[in-house]
T-cell receptor, first 114, second 113 residues
Framework: AQKVTQAQTEISVVEKEDVTLDCVYETRDTTYYLFWYKQPPSGELVFLIRRNSFDEQNEISGRYSWNFQKSTSSFNFTITASQVVDSAVYFC???????????FGKGTRLHILP | DAGVIQSPRHEVTEMGQEVTLRCKPISGHNSLFWYRQTMMRGLELLIY????????DSGMPEDRFSAKMPNASFSTLKIQPSEPRDSAVYFC???????????FGPGTRLTVT
């Protein structure tokens, strides 16, 4: 069965520090897709990135970077030089190739302190 | 382009009343998902449609919940009768292909007193 684990329930860091949010997934499929979403205090869910299982290349977008490692079934998210506006709940999610459903982790609440 | 549109944004109702939540997906998207978010249970998928056909409603809590998608641009989630434990934020999301990421609406915050 597919499963997404975000072991860090809540993290607090001081502004400008780097922070990594962990995500570990379980699936029996060889084809699957991984996602990260951000939910700021305003409540909407914002798509950040999608990765498919055949592409292990790490991705960087500005201060955001993602490290996908199939060997450890992890898809970690790093924010470099964090800012107060990064404060949000971040969700990691998984979709198996044969399914339309996305399974979300429980989320990590990130506090960036000024 | 407009994103996923949900209405109302907030709904307060009394126990026993019927509640209807509405969703307009992004034009061209062919899959639509209804989620519920609570502190205790996180994000739960309730039901999803593909090309207006319900595919999986295994997440619908009970018979009090029903969802329809009469056409490609409109879906409703109905709760009848509502109960206080239905209080949550209900999200609608849409996507256009099986690989695609889901785009979420702003959500409807439902409070049942």
């Amino acid at each position: 069965a597919q499963k997404v684990t975000q072991a860090q329930t809540e993290i607090s860091v001081v502004e400008k520090e780097d922070v990594t949010l962990d995500c570990v997934y379980e699936t029996r499929d060889t084809t699957y897709y991984l996602f990260w979403y951000k939910q700021p205090p305003s409540g909407e869910l914002v798509f950040l990135i999608r990765r498919n299982s055949f592409d292990e290349q790490n991705e960087i977008s500005g201060r955001y970077s993602w490290n996908f490692q199939k060997s450890t079934s992890s898809f970690n998210f790093t924010i470099t030089a964090s800012q107060v506006v990064d404060s949000a709940v971040y969700f990691c999610a998984l979709r198996e190739g044969r399914d339309d459903k996305i399974i979300f982790g429980k989320g990590t609440r990130l506090h960036i302190l000024p | 382009d407009a994103g996923v549109i949900q209405s109302p944004r907030h709904e307060v109702t009394e126990m026993g009343q019927e509640v209807t939540l509405r969703c307009k997906p992004i034009s061209g998207h062919n899959s639509l998902f209804w989620y519920r978010q609570t502190m205790m249970r996180g994000l739960e998928l309730l039901i999803y449609f593909n090309n207006n056909v319900p595919i999986d409603d295994s997440g619908m809590p009970e018979d009090r919940f029903s969802a329809k998608m009469p056409n490609a641009s409109f879906s409703t989630l109905k709760i009848q009768p509502s109960e206080p434990r239905d209080s949550a934020v209900y999200f609608c999301a849409s996507t256009w292909d099986r690989d695609g990421e889901q785009y979420f609406g702003p959500g409807t915050r439902l409070t049942v007193t």
